[in-house]
């Protein structure tokens, strides 16, 4: 190891590699991904899970959900449902 290069073992500390990290990003993926099924589906069925109702929900006004998951990843909250918002414009 010469000019400041890390041992393998300490780059499976680094918050990036740490298996919660790559747990917390699924379950925003996952928020998001219900949150669109939700508007593409929303106007052509009735019967639509309530669970992506929620998502779609908590999403739009930057919800309890939205901030939770994105706290535990450093991501500002604001951004992903401003994000949201211009993805499901952009669909409409």
Known sequence: MDGGEQP?????????????????AAALDLLIRDGQAYWRNASR???TAIEL???FDDLMRCGPMTRHVCRWLDVDPLAVSRAFIRWCEGVA
């Open 53 to 55: 109702e929620q998502a």
């Open 8 to 24: 393998p073992e300490a780059l499976e500390q680094r918050p990036e590699t740490m298996p919660e990290r790559h747990l917390w």
């Open 45 to 47: 069925r009735k019967d």
